[in-house]
């Protein structure tokens, strides 16, 4: 309210903050963003607060973000979106790109192929389709006003280069990725990515669970 928000609730409630918390959120439809610490204080609290961070993550319909940083106030001025060309992908890139606009962000577009399917001819097939896909999503960004943009496909294990590589090379402040990817095994896929940035991230991540 001091800093001009105009509606703020409270509420308190006894249980086990694991299930209760998740259980509430969900109960509450009209809630569209959670917003958790990554850790906290000290040793038992960042063991505490980061396991109901998990449980929120696993089992809340709503997008996540989880804060990591120690600043007072959130100014994100270097963001990396996690590409996989799903449904839930785009959908978190359009929130990436409505967030780089609003911040005056440099918006890093990025796919992590597994290092299984890279040959020594690194313009295959594939790698040409997904060379081809972010960089028609850079196009998009452009297309939307993003000022500044670029397009990485990168070869590797996604669940170490995304979170603990991508993110110190390019200074980056927030992680966005989608909580699901294209299919059975992608969601898979897709969701331990979310987990490992959850886990390993040094930078603010935003999970994307919902798709408009």
Known sequence: ETVGVKDVQTKSFYGNP????????NSETSKDL???GGSGRNAVERMF???VTEACVSRV???VLIIKSEEEILNYRHILIAVDGSEQAEQ???QAIELANACGAQLTIAHVLEQSQKTQDKYNSEAQKEKAMVHNYKQTAENKGVKAVQALLHFGNPRKELPLKLTVQHNIDLLITGATGRGAVER???GSVAHASLHHAPCDVLIVRNVN
């Open 92 to 94: 978190a890139l359009v």
């Open 61 to 63: 319909s709503n997008d």
């Open 49 to 51: 607060i980061g396991s």
């Open 18 to 25: 694991r299930v209760e918390i998740p259980k509430k959120i």
């Open 188 to 190: 898979l896929f897709t």
């Open 34 to 36: 959670v917003v958790l």
